[in-house]
């Protein structure tokens, strides 16, 4: 089918099956409520089945079925057509992206389904009168879960009778990466939950007056994420690894693609930034306490500090393995390709520690001239409270950066043009230097504009120094962002080769492939010689020809 034809039959299948799984999940809630009603004293959703909601229901049915059925009939028979037709509606991008968003709604919908009952029947073990309901989340799972094995057993079973190129392939990939990276973060945030729950419990349970409605309903709600995040994140990471060992009938390595590398670098931002929170709360808290502004007992201090570290110790052993799960997964491409790995790797860590530390201190310097004026907000933070957290961003910060970009410094005294080469390399330099200007840009225009202002006769004041402080301070931590990594940046630029040195470097290179290429018997290739305006390409042919091995000559073919 021809592309417009295919546009027209995805965008109605998908809004026609929403409209029927809406449909579907109003009729079996309002079947749900009535079943809760009758069993249940302590339902929140009194009266049963609403005619509203049934007739809306049966609506939605009526008009969403018959209309995805005729849709879906034209999509399979374009699907089933032999030859090159079946072939290009298998492997069309809109396909591909259809399925990837019908499967990803159905996902999440079945993630909050699920956890949803799972937590409400947990809660019921400590807190019978509770006053939660099932009948709705149990209702979405319902109707999600066959949506999502349905779409996602058919797109498994298509990428492995033929091959996907191009957007095909990496939407299907996206939404396989997309997905157990959502399910990963759903299975951390649940554990941390769990965790923050126990430590509060232990350490805090004098406080609570021995209610334990809120300890149950924290458990339940982490265990919840835990057990469906991490059963779907296990799934997703098999079908990955199903897609590697099918790498020869896929048509493509899963480990080499760039959705796979954003997904792993992604999965350490998250979880580094997740830990970094943790401790960043923990410093502060500290903090706080050596200046003495906390005014509550021994118990509260000990959980505040200790708390957020031990929280995050999960977070940050999956984030240490995950990173050497990367790792390992390039090893088999080379020592190249590893590398290349751990250099995202630590250009993460090191974007995310110069965010904190630039925070930080843009934080600090604002807070100095703020006291330097002399002014005074009663609605703004104590200045030892706020020293207390600028800190422990300061710190947390200078943790994550100075060992990640000190080790990236190495990369660059031992092979510096490689590290130019770098696009990640590169890429990272261009963000931190594009970030300082726009954060430093505006900021310093705003404090110039209230200079100039008061120059020319305009209010300048305690009050208007004390409204400079946060712009100045990002300011002047903007400026030195940008100053350190552009000096970086210009000279990595200068690494990169010259119009006139592009044709050399290909002279060596087709030095190198006749090289590797050549035998006994005389081999002929057609090359064609492309050199930019202004540079003279008898000059290029003779260098080139000063490269070729014994044996090896470069002819100039007649007619041109």
Known sequence: MGTARRLYLYV?????????AAGINRLVASVLVSVEDAV??????????????????????????????????????GLRAAGAAGEEDRGSALRAGYIAIIESAALFAWLIGGAGFLSFFLERLVVPNNYGTWSEPLGLALTALPIWVLFGRAREGEIRSQRMHGAAAWLTRLYRYGGGYGSLVMLLSGVTGLVSAVLNQLVAKPLMDGDQSFFAYAVAGSLG??????????????????AVRDAAVIGEDDRRSRVRGLHDGLVLLTTATMTSLGVAAAVASLGRLVLGVTDVGPIQPLNDIAGPVLTMVPVALAAWWLAREAERTALPFGAEAASAVRRVQRLVLAALGLTALAAGVAQLVGLAIEQVSGGYDMYSTSPANRVATDVSFVVVGAVLWVPAWLAQLSARRQDAEREAHAGVARGYLFLAVGASLVVGVPTLVMALFQVINGVLGGVFDSGSIRSLATPLGSAVAAAAVGLYHGRLLVSDMRRLPRKGEVAADAGVDVAEAVAETGSAATQARTLTLLVPSGVNADE?????????????????????
């Open 40 to 77: 249940s004293s302590t339902t929140m959703n009194p009266g049963g089945m609403a005619r509203e909601q049934l007739s809306l229901a049966i609506a939605l049915i009526v008009v969403g079925a018959p209309v995805f059925a005729v849709h879906r009939w034209l999509v399979g028979r």
């Open 540 to 560: 290029v042919v003779r260098a080139m020809q000063a490269q070729l091995p014994a044996g090896a000559s470069l002819e100039e073919d007649a007619a041109g």
């Open 12 to 20: 109605v299948s998908a809004v026609s099956l929403i409209a029927l």
């Open 225 to 242: 994420g835990i057990v469906f995040g991490g059963a779907s994140w296990l799934l997703h990471r098999r079908l990955a690894a199903a």
